[in-house]
């Protein structure tokens, strides 16, 4: 088996992408094409129970966040540390609960759980998430909150979505 694996290998038929991980990657004009990113942690896992971001999907939120980053960050149920699959890195954080798809919801509740890792000025997006809270759906959010947040979103929430609620009742 390692013989022949390992003429593969050199033949370029299959490309080592990780210990135990190997791909037959496809020709195209500019050269091979990468593996898509879900196909590579699905087999890295093993289990197709995982969420793929990255801190740029904060940038949508329109909370000041503009930083671009060169990472993409897994929510699964079984590993956690930083791999190198390939030539990317990916940043394995393991999680009880995540959703199937991202929502502007999630996304507002990550930010605040994450936002020590955020090369910005925390202050200010703080107090621009906040005024996002009166114009988001409130019970998506509190759901989202109570589903995903950690105990700083939590209290970060609580608050701003009863600011938000005395909004509209003015």
């Known amino acids: ?17 990780s210990g135990g991980l190997y791909y037959c990657p496809k020709k ?11 196909k590579l942690v699905e087999a890295f ?5 995982f969420l793929l971001t990255s801190p740029n999907a ?15 960050v897994v929510y699964n149920h079984k590993r956690h540390g930083r791999f190198k699959l390939g030539k ?13 798809s991202l929502s502007q919801e999630f996304l507002l509740v990550d930010l605040v759980n994450n936002l020590d890792r955020l090369a910005k000025n925390q202050v200010k997006v703080l107090n621009r998430v906040k005024k996002k809270v009166a114009s988001a759906d409130q019970r998506g959010l509190s759901k989202a909150v109570r589903d995903y947040g ?7 929430f609580a608050e701003a979505l009863a600011d938000a609620t005395l909004q509209y009742a003015y």
């Open 150 to 156: 950690g105990v700083r979103a939590r209290k970060f």
């Open 28 to 38: 195209t004009a500019f050269g091979e094409a990468p593996v898509e990113d879900d």
């Open 88 to 100: 990317r890195v990916f940043d394995f954080r393991l999680k009880p609960h995540f959703p199937k």
């Open 58 to 72: 904060y940038n949508a939120l329109g909370v000041g966040t503009t930083q671009l980053y060169n990472e993409t």
């Open 1 to 17: 088996m390692d013989r022949h694996l390992k003429q593969l290998l050199e033949n370029g038929v299959l490309t080592k992408l």
């Open 45 to 49: 896992l093993k289990d197709n129970r």
